[in-house]
C-alpha cells in the first residue's frame, strides 16, 4: 500500500473515531496524519473542526486555513473558516471565506444568508440588502431573508418598499397575519 494509501485509511479511522465521539483519538490520527504528510487537506479541517467545537477559534482558524490552502474548491472548508474568523472576530476574513464559498457554489443560499448577516452587522446596509436580494432570487419563499430586508428598508426610511415587502410576508406566511 502507497503512502498515501495509508494516510487514507488513518484517514478513515479518524472520521469514524470522531463519529463515535472519541475527539482525542479523532485528533491523535490527524496529528499522526499530518506529521507523514502535511498537505493531507482532510486532516487539517477535521483538527480544524475539532479544534472549533472545543472553542478554540485560533487553533481551528489556523487549521481550516491550510486546509483551505491545500484544497482550495472544498466549500465545506470553506464555510468551516468562515464560522471560525467570526468567532475569532476576524471579518474579513470571514467574509473572503463565504465570498469563496458562493464563488464554488452560487447557489449556496445559507452562505449567502450568513455574508448578508455579517455585511448588515458591519453597518453595510445596501451590500446586505443586495445580498438578501440574490437570496430572495434563489429562493422566493426564504422568509428569514425577506424579513429582514423589510427591517433594513424600514431603517432606510424606504417605507413603501418595506410594507410592499411585508405583504409578501403575510402572503407567504398568513398563519401568522
Given at each position: 500500500?502507497?503512502?498515501?494509501?495509508?494516510?487514507?485509511?488513518?484517514?478513515?479511522?479518524?472520521?469514524?473515531?470522531?463519529?463515535?465521539?472519541?475527539?482525542?483519538?479523532?485528533?491523535?490520527?490527524?496529528?499522526e496524519i499530518l506529521?507523514?504528510?502535511?498537505?493531507?487537506?482532510?486532516?487539517?479541517?477535521?483538527?480544524?473542526?475539532?479544534?472549533?467545537?472545543?472553542?478554540?477559534?485560533?487553533?481551528?482558524?489556523?487549521?481550516?486555513?491550510?486546509?483551505?490552502?491545500?484544497?482550495?474548491?472544498?466549500?465545506?472548508?470553506?464555510?468551516?473558516?468562515?464560522?471560525?474568523?467570526?468567532?475569532?472576530?476576524?471579518?474579513?476574513?470571514?467574509?473572503?471565506?463565504?465570498?469563496?464559498?458562493?464563488?464554488?457554489?452560487?447557489?449556496?443560499?445559507?452562505?449567502?444568508?450568513?455574508?448578508?448577516?455579517?455585511?448588515?452587522?458591519?453597518?453595510?446596509?445596501?451590500?446586505?440588502?443586495?445580498?438578501?436580494?440574490?437570496?430572495?432570487?434563489?429562493?422566493?419563499?426564504?422568509?428569514?431573508?425577506?424579513?429582514?430586508?423589510?427591517?433594513?428598508?424600514?431603517?432606510?426610511?424606504?417605507?413603501?418598499?418595506?410594507?410592499?415587502?411585508?405583504?409578501?410576508l403575510l402572503v407567504?406566511?398568513?398563519?401568522?397575519?
Open positions: 500500500m502507497s503512502v498515501e494509501g495509508m494516510q487514507e485509511e488513518v484517514f478513515r479511522m479518524a472520521q469514524v473515531a470522531y463519529q463515535q465521539g472519541d475527539h482525542a483519538r479523532a485528533a491523535a490520527l490527524c496529528t506529521a507523514a504528510c502535511p498537505d493531507f487537506a482532510g486532516a487539517s479541517y477535521l483538527l480544524g473542526v475539532l479544534a472549533l467545537q472545543s472553542g478554540d477559534v485560533t487553533a481551528a482558524t489556523r487549521h481550516l486555513s491550510v486546509a483551505v490552502r491545500n484544497n482550495p474548491q472544498s466549500v465545506d472548508y470553506y464555510q468551516a473558516l468562515a464560522v471560525a474568523c467570526y468567532q475569532a472576530g476576524e471579518l474579513q476574513q470571514a467574509e473572503r471565506s463565504l465570498r469563496s464559498v458562493i464563488e464554488l457554489a452560487p447557489g449556496q443560499v445559507d452562505a449567502r444568508l450568513k455574508l448578508a448577516a455579517l455585511l448588515r452587522e458591519q453597518g453595510r446596509t445596501m451590500d446586505a440588502i443586495k445580498e438578501y436580494g440574490v437570496v430572495i432570487q434563489l429562493d422566493p419563499g426564504n422568509l428569514e431573508a425577506l424579513f429582514v430586508t423589510c427591517l433594513l428598508h424600514r431603517q432606510l426610511g424606504d417605507f413603501q418598499v418595506a410594507l410592499d415587502g411585508y405583504r409578501r407567504l406566511q398568513p398563519e401568522n397575519a
